[in-house]
């Protein structure tokens, strides 16, 4: 047992980077094959290449303006414009630049039952008008895996317990079913400076 253990997550690590490759390879191998060019991986560095160009092009004035234009046009398609800008908001919350990810913070929340937590993401903040005074409520979704199923609930601000973990530490934790969870967390402004950690259920 102790070797399936060992050899799973490899051979899933493998197996996935092996189809990731064949994968991309598949974009610019056919006209390689086609020019009587056969060899293998050609295609995968082309690919990664053009997507490197991609990203410089799109850092440009004129790429900027050229995808501008095109995310124009595609905003104004029936149906297609909400696939799209699904995709896009996805793609925004995974991206390593923190200052343009969608999800601002992890949180944990009290759902479904008292004593019981589940893991999120905070997306935005909204201020809820009430008779009795106004209400910060936050906008935190929590993913059912895969990661762009889930469900959103609205959240008084004060009842959500922020840890001190990052959003790709969040997200490798719902990814992982919770297998990749820390054995300690410390809520961020519970946190006491004469100790390293502070147990979740010490200061609930």
Known sequence: MTGCVVLFPVVVTFLFTWWFIQFVDGFFSPIYANLGVNIFGLGFVTSLIFIFFIGI?????????????GEWFIKRMPFVKHIYSSLKQISTAISPDQNTTAF????????????????GFITSSVILQRDDGDVELCSVYVPTNHLYIGDIFMVNSEEIIRPNLSIQEGIEIIVSVGMA?????SPIERINPLSDDIPLDSII
């Open 57 to 69: 092009f799109a850092s440009s004035w004129v790429g900027a303006t050229v995808f501008w234009i």
């Open 181 to 185: 969870m820390p054995l300690v967390i």
């Open 104 to 119: 601002k913070e992890v949180a944990i929340i009290r759902h479904p039952r008292i004593g019981e937590y589940a893991f």
